[in-house]
């Protein structure tokens, strides 16, 4: 009992041992033949078997089958191998000896589809695929390039007339992909329903179609989700799709697409191209775009396995900051390679861009061309402010050219355009990284810079600052203009750096002198110059003196003298030291000292040399070699300082030929006139002969240029044709366009000249006044170099006058004045009227009248008092009450008028000769002053003779 008992317990056990542990351990080789054609009748393809064959029976019927191949090789459309097949069979046909599957999966399976598939029919479930449950676990499938790792799929084929459906998973891009498709049996017209819809990590996709009897499929295509990221290279953010749907052989195509990405609207189209080669063709017309976060992502994005075309359209895209409106172009991405074709934007300020390119490798080149209305207000945007720059300018401009963009930098291999009219070309790149280099080359056809350069207080904020980038610049323009000035044939040649400003050369021919300039500067809080040279060299210097016409007029002889000056310098720019040397014709220039650039201030000396001072006269514009001068160099040499408020000169040393002078000058520069102070004196002072006849203006105006007050001081006056005066000091005072000559003192052959001197150049015409004395004075020659004359003796002479007029011939045709003159113990030149008087006393009448004649006809007259007065009016000099006094009891008288203008006599000189009641010797002379005509008066005292 207990044994049956035991049994009938053990027979269970035993028999579910041996279905666990025997069909392992069976030999199934024998039916590889059979399971093969199972699974090619449930696949409708070859089945190859290449593994090892085993079945087990618990814990489920299964046939496993290790190292599949599906199809036959070369032939079949669908290369499909597995690592392993199984087949879930029915227990009870199997205990039967049959084979009845009723799942097949392919383990560890590799699909390759070839796309595009010869027919799109091929889609369609075959008429024996039904009561069919097949899967795939961990499989990897190939369509074309793509591949789809990870793959887990399950399909179902219930009946013959029921759907086939098909569902599993797969993995893209990281994340899982899950997918579901229902396939429809075809009706009696060949038309099958087909729907498949994917969902991945935040969103989903579903197409809703037919698959028609022709061929292809038809459709309508829904997606949407929370992050467009996750499934193609676009930023971040929920986006929605949807539209219709086409397949064929050929290509497949979405089009008429509604969509919605991150809340902005618009329409879109996709077209897949099967043949000749696979292409993704995408077209997006949307409202707005944020192109920064678009190129971003496409920049992150792996190389597409296929070439893929973006048709792209936005009334307004975002980019670093700027709106730029109705952007259309396309872009393809062929692997590495992209290329634009046909892209066009409008750009801030209402600039017209246009461009298309391709890139290399790394590298993007583009031709792009460019227009708008305003530059300033399409740079505006991208911090370029012109706010100090005028507002007529940099307007209008239009250009064309290549540019190179890399990972590094961006390049313009060429460009050419204009801009406000004038033609520009060049090269230019941009080095990108923590400090951007750019490097720029431009030829200019013409240059004005007026209304484009900064103010100077922009120049300084710069030199403290620094400049943003490194920069390598070279400009080159055929005409530069300046305010006023005009420069041709520039060129600039530059370099900025960390902390350093290099002017390599700029160069230019102004006025027809060529400049160079050179130099560097480091900037910081106190900017420090170094190797500044300033070159100017000219054949002649005409053209460089027309500059300064408006400043001071430099004569036309002295301009046309050949030019060379260098400057150099360097230093902070607190205290600028330089050097400066030069020469103009004979003339030599040396100049040194520092300069003071916040506070406007220069300091140094100046020495200018030249081997003839005559020579430099005429140069000046004299008209005739200056003889009053003496023959000598010319040297100035000053001790200078200088602000905006004014300059002066601490110490001054003047030599020209003979003339010797030093002293101190200041000139005061005031909201008010300029005003001139200082001391000068002269150790001798020559000065020029006054022609009192010429009718040339005498240049007051100069005199009305400023104010001023001087000291004057002179050893030795020499004027031509005069005794020199000795310690000579006067005080010179020059206010709103009146000179005068104060406290006027002079040494003059032993006596003491005083008196003032004013010339008012405000009145109309210039009035000269003045009032004279000269006490104590002795002649040691003729006073006027006239043949009658005043030769020797003591003068004492006082007098005011006053003349107007432009030239010396107007002042002398309008003197004014009046005063006395006396001459003592001196001699009067011209006529021996002492001896007529002597000759009178002769016995003989016609002996005394024949000595009286010749005493008259020349000859001199010693006096012991000569004195009188003189009245002037209109230049004309009248005699009054003049008198003399001679030896002997000798009396006469000088009468008459002197035509200063015309230089002409009319004097009685008169001499009474002994005898009661005797009249009067006289000679009338007139004419001019150097040869006048003498008539002796005589017949009155004849006729008197003859009575006695």
């Known amino acids: 009992m207990r044994a049956r008992l035991l049994l009938l317990l053990g027979l269970p056990a035993a028999l579910l041992l041996a279905a666990w542990l025997g069909p392992p351990l069976w030999n199934w080789e024998g039916e590889r033949e059979r399971v093969a054609a199972i699974a090619s009748l449930r696949l409708g393809r070859p089945v190859h078997l290449d593994g090892p064959l085993r079945v087990t029976l618990l814990p489920r019927p299964m046939v496993e089958a290790a190292s599949v191949r599906v199809g036959t090789a070369g032939q079949e459309e669908i290369a499909v191998s597995a690592r392993a097949l199984r087949l879930r069979l029915s227990l009870l046909p199997l205990l039967r000896g049959r084979f009845e599957p009723r799942e097949l999966v392919l383990v560890g399976a590799d699909v390759r589809i070839p796309w595009p598939p010869p027919s799109i029919g091929a889609l369609r479930p075959p008429p024996w695929l039904t009561d069919f449950d097949a899967r795939i676990e961990d499989g990897r499938v190939a369509v074309g390039d793509a591949v789809l790792e990870g793959v887990a799929a399950r399909l179902d084929a219930p009946g013959p007339l029921d759907a086939v459906r098909v569902e599993g998973s797969v993995t893209w891009r990281g994340a899982p992909v899950r997918f579901e498709a229902v396939v429809g049996r075809p009706g009696f017209d060949g038309i099958a329903t087909f729907d498949i819809g994917l ?157 298309s390119g391709a890139s290399t490798g790394s590298r993007l080149e583009l031709a792009f061309r460019v227009a708008g209305q305003s530059l300033r207000a399409s740079l505006a945007p991208f911090g370029l402010a012109f706010d100090r720059v005028d507002p007529a300018r940099l307007r209008g401009f239009e250009g064309r050219g290549r540019m190179v963009l890399e990972p590094t930098q961006a390049g313009v291999p060429e460009f050419t355009g204009t801009v406000d009219g004038i033609r520009i070309g060049g090269a230019g790149v941009l080095r990108y990284g923590e400090r951007p280099a750019l490097g720029l080359g431009l030829s200019v056809e013409r240059l004005d810079l007026d209304g484009l350069l900064p103010a100077a207080d922009a120049w300084a904020a710069l030199l403290r600052a620094g400049p943003g ?56 809080a106190t900017p420090r110059f170094a190797d500044v040279v300033l070159e100017v060299a000219a054949t002649s210097a005409a053209g460089i003196a027309r500059l300064f016409e408006p400043v001071a007029a430099i004569p036309q002889g002295f301009a046309a003298q050949a030019l060379r000056l260098r400057i150099a310098g360097g230093g902070p720019a607190e205290a600028l030291a330089f050097t400066a040397e030069g020469d103009l014709g004979e003339l030599r220039i040396e100049a040194q000292g520092s300069a003071d650039a916040a506070q406007s201030r220069l300091a140094g000396t100046l020495a200018l040399r030249h081997p003839g001072a005559p020579r430099l006269a005429m140069l000046l514009g004299a008209r005739e070699t200056p003889a009053w001068l003496g023959e000598g160099s010319f040297s100035l040499i000053a001790a200078l300082a200088g602000t905006r408020g004014g300059w002066t000169a601490e110490t001054l040393d003047f030599v020209a030929g003979g003339m010797r002078a030093r002293g101190r000058l200041a000139l005061a520069l005031g909201d008010a006139r300029p005003q001139l102070t200082g001391r000068i004196a002269a150790e001798r002072l020559p000065l020029p002969g006054l022609a009192l006849r010429d009718s040339d203006p005498l240049g007051f105006g100069v005199l009305g240029a400023l104010d001023a007050e001087l000291a004057l001081e002179a050893a030795e006056l020499v ?82 006058f006053s003349a107007s007029g432009y030239a010396p011939a107007a002042l002398l045709a309008t003197l004014t004045g009046e005063g006395r003159i006396a001459l003592l113990d001196g001699v009067v030149a011209g006529a021996a009227l002492g001896a007529a008087v002597a000759a009178s006393a002769l016995d003989d009448p016609t002996l005394a009248e024949t000595g009286m004649r010749a005493a008259l006809d020349g000859g001199a007259t010693a006096v012991e008092r000569l004195e009188g007065g003189w009245r002037a009016v209109d230049g004309v000099v009248s005699l009054e009450g003049m008198r003399m006094v001679g030896q002997g009891g000798f009396a006469g008288g000088i009468e008459g008028r002197i035509d200063l203008p015309r230089g002409s006599l009319d004097l009685r000189f008169t001499a009474q000769p002994p005898g009661d009641q005797a009249p009067p010797i006289a000679l009338r002379v007139t004419g001019p002053a150097e040869t006048p005509r003498r008539q002796s008066e005589l017949t009155d005292w004849a006729r008197w003779r003859a009575e006695q």
């Open 199 to 355: 969902g991945f990590a935040r969103g989903s996709a579903t197409a809703r179609g037919i698959l028609v009897a022709e061929g292809g499929f038809e459709g309508r295509i829904e997606a949407g989700g929370a992050d467009l990221s996750t499934l193609i290279a676009a930023p971040p953010g929920p986006f929605r799709a949807s539209g219709r749907v086409t397949i064929t052989g050929e290509l497949a195509a979405a089009d008429d697409l509604a969509l919605d990405l991150g809340g902005v609207t618009g329409r879109g189209a996709a077209t897949f191209r099967f043949a000749p080669e696979p292409r993704l063709d995408i077209a997006l017309a949307l409202a707005r775009l944020d192109l920064d976060a678009w190129i971003a992502a496409v920049r992150g994005a792996a190389t597409p396995a296929l070439p893929v075309g973006l048709d792209l359209s936005a009334e307004a895209a975002a980019f670093r900051g700027l709106t730029i409106r109705r952007l259309r172009g396309g872009i393809v991405r062929d692997r590495e390679r992209i290329t634009l074709t046909e892209v066009s934007a409008l750009l801030p300020g209402e600039a017209a861009l246009e461009l």
């Open 469 to 524: 980038m490194d920069a390598n610049l070279r400009l080159a323009a055929e005409t530069v203009q300046w305010g006023g000035l005009s420069a041709s044939r520039a060129a600039l040649d530059a370099v900025a750096e960390a902390g350093r400003i290099g002017l390599r050369r700029l160069s230019a021919q102004v006025e027809g002198a060529d400049i160079v300039l050179a130099g560097s500067v480091a900037t910081g």
């Open 719 to 800: 004027l031509p044709g005069l005794s020199p005066l000795g310690d000579v000091a006067a005080t010179a005072r020059l206010e709103g366009g009146r000179l005068a000559l104060e406290g006027l003192r002079a040494r003059l052959g032993g006596g003491t000249v005083e008196g003032t001197l004013s010339l008012d150049v405000a009145s109309v015409p210039p009035v000269l006044a003045g009032a004279i004395g000269l006490a104590g004075a002795t002649l040691t020659g003729p006073l006027f170099g006239t043949p009658f004359d005043l030769a020797s003796g003591r003068i004492e002479a006082q007098g005011r």
